[in-house]
């Protein structure tokens, strides 16, 4: 991971939103959760169903320390 700190102006500035993208954001966030057959809404049943596709790890062993 890279600490932003550590980042140029340039490259901060490339990597940020633009206005029309915090726009886009900002609607998507007032719009409502639409389920149909592809994306079924999610019962506790389901949910109970799920698995971890990947054990988790310690967040020590993530960042090397």
Same mark, same amino acid.
């Given at each position: 991971?890279?600490? =932003?700190? +550590?980042?140029?102006?340039?490259?901060?500035? +490339?990597?940020?939103?633009?206005?029309? +993208?915090?726009?886009?954001? +900002?609607?998507?966030?007032?719009?409502?959760? =639409?389920?149909?057959?592809?994306?079924?809404?999610?019962?506790?049943?389901?949910?109970?169903?799920?698995?971890?596709?990947?054990?988790?790890?310690?967040?020590?062993?993530?960042?090397?320390?």
């Amino acid at each position: 991971m890279v600490k =932003t700190s +550590e980042m140029s102006i340039e490259l901060k500035q +490339e990597l940020a939103f633009t206005k029309e +993208e915090l726009a886009e954001l +900002e609607a998507a966030k007032k719009m409502p959760i =639409t389920f149909d057959a592809d994306c079924p809404e999610t019962t506790p049943e389901r949910a109970v169903k799920f698995r971890r596709v990947n054990p988790p790890r310690n967040r020590m062993d993530a960042h090397g320390a």
